[in-house]
């Protein structure tokens, strides 16, 4: 009796034991198929999050101005996600940031989570954006011609046609695909040859061609699709409105004001009341008269700190710039609405320098943006400009052998940092048929600024698709 009550005993130790490890065996298998579908929904609600950004990418290609995902209100925005058979199995939230005056990117903010586990929540930010038109180290909408002494840094565009007989280091794109190349770039009947064909009366050349490296290191493309100037036009009226809002506006005076930058953010302003004896000129339109666009007396008008918000500062008049730039800001010269013969022009006697890498200029002239006779002799301009009708450029002045000609028609250098897009063409220096230059600056520099594509000047015109710039996970 006793053998048998211990072998009873025994057995029921052993089953108690085998039924805890069962049930230890079978809770710890529960708890890793647990862990497994965990470690899946985690990885799915970040997928979810990346399907959230995929779909605003394709809502920005369709409606690129709505940043309310089409719903006119305040977000975030809600969305069921369905694998591929259509069953639903999450949501991804977004939250939009759209463009400001500080930035041109739109920040995209999307959550996703899975319905088995919704507290698994992942989020990734990205950082989208147009760039800007100062992605180009020159924007032309007329042709252009850079000689066999000229050197080309960053990338270039022409509405027209490009003779291109120098160095380049990155693409040049034309918006033609054939072009009639005139005598004031080299081609007339008697040097007309391949690639060109004289035809009518005119050389016919490619929208690009030239003895430039160019050619054969696959830096020329064209054609494509050409800039529209005018659209800058229909965002000078966006910048008035802004600038009358939250900026700095300057209504028209007469002969203009004067801007001058300091370093801790502020920009005194000036009334010009005088300008200088009137002097001869010609301008690359092949007009030569008088005329004055140096300063001869002005008077103080107000000191204002440079905006926070970045909204622009809009002059309904012409405009002298310079001094040192704390911030980053953008000026416009415009006389609204548009008519020709009351187009406003920026002018530069005097250098335009940035206080800190992460400072930025912006000058927007409805016309000109021009170099004046009284200019510094080693003038720098760190700024992007646009002349939105006109050119940018030093007009000729010849050098008489009296004052002012005889001291200020020939200076010694000019250095750019940034962006030189014009209507027409640009020029600092004028040469003779000998390559001597005989009025402007003998020495020129233009350095491209490529941070600019995508953290341009404030309300800096932006051309092209969006781009993803930034892209992280928050945690």
Not at 291 to 314: D, M
Request: aromatic content about 12%.
């Amino acid at each position: 009796m006793r053998s048998k009550g211990t072998t009873l005993v025994l057995v029921l130790v052993f089953g108690v034991i085998f039924t805890l490890l069962l049930e230890g065996l079978i809770s710890l298998g529960v708890s890793r198929t647990k862990q497994v579908r965990q470690k899946l929904a985690w990885e799915k609600s970040l997928n979810i999050a990346e399907a959230g950004i995929d779909y605003y990418r394709w809502h920005l290609a369709h409606y690129p101005n709505d940043y309310q995902d089409g719903t006119g209100t305040p977000g975030p925005y809600l969305h069921t996600y369905t694998d591929t058979s259509g069953q639903a199995i999450g949501f991804f939230s977004l939250d939009i940031i759209p463009p400001s005056g500080c930035s041109s990117a739109v920040e995209i903010k999307s959550t996703g989570w899975t319905n088995d586990f919704p507290n698994l929540k992942r989020s990734v930010k990205i950082k989208y954006a147009q760039p800007a038109l100062a992605k180009y180290a020159f924007l032309i909408n007329t042709n252009a011609w850079f000689g066999n002494t000229e050197s080309l840094k960053g990338p270039f565009h022409s509405n027209g046609g490009i003779r291109m007989d120098g160095w380049q280091n990155s693409l040049s794109t034309s918006a033609k695909q054939t072009y009639v190349c005139g005598p004031e770039h080299g081609c007339d009947a008697s040097t007309c040859s391949s690639p060109c064909n004289w035809t009518g009366g005119q050389c016919i050349c490619p929208g690009i061609w030239g003895t430039g490296i160019g050619g054969t290191t696959g830096l020329w493309k064209y054609p494509v699709q050409a800039v529209d100037f005018n659209k800058i036009t229909q965002d000078l009226a966006t910048l008035k409105t802004e600038a009358q809002s939250s900026g700095i506006y300057l209504g028209n005076l007469g002969l203009g004001y004067h801007l001058h930058f300091k370093s801790d953010s502020t920009v005194d302003v000036y009334k010009v009341k005088k300008l200088k004896p009137k002097v001869w000129y010609c301008d690359l339109d092949g007009n030569c008269k008088q005329g004055s666009i140096n300063i001869q007396t002005e008077t103080f008008y107000n000191t204002y700190n440079l905006p926070p918000n970045c909204s622009p500062i809009f002059v309904e008049d012409n405009v002298w710039v310079d001094g040192i730039v704390h911030g980053r800001v953008t000026v416009v010269a415009a006389k609204l609405p548009d008519t020709a013969n009351t187009n406003k022009n920026i002018y530069i006697s005097h250098s335009i320098l940035k206080d800190n890498d992460q400072s930025v200029l912006g000058l927007i002239a409805q016309k000109d943006v021009l170099i004046t006779l009284y200019s510094d002799d080693d003038l720098v301009v760190e700024a992007a400009m646009i002349a939105q009708k006109g050119h940018i450029c030093r007009w000729y002045y010849p050098k008489w052998n009296f004052d002012p000609y005889k001291t200020y028609a020939l200076r010694n250098s000019i250095s750019t940092f940034g962006s030189t897009i014009t209507y027409g063409e640009w020029t600092y220096s004028w040469v003779n048929s000998s390559n001597q230059t005989v009025s402007g600056y003998k020495n020129t520099s233009s350095n491209y600024d490529s941070s600019l594509t995508f953290d341009p000047p404030p309300y800096f015109p932006v051309d092209g698709e969006f781009q993803t710039i930034q892209w992280v996970e928050e945690k």
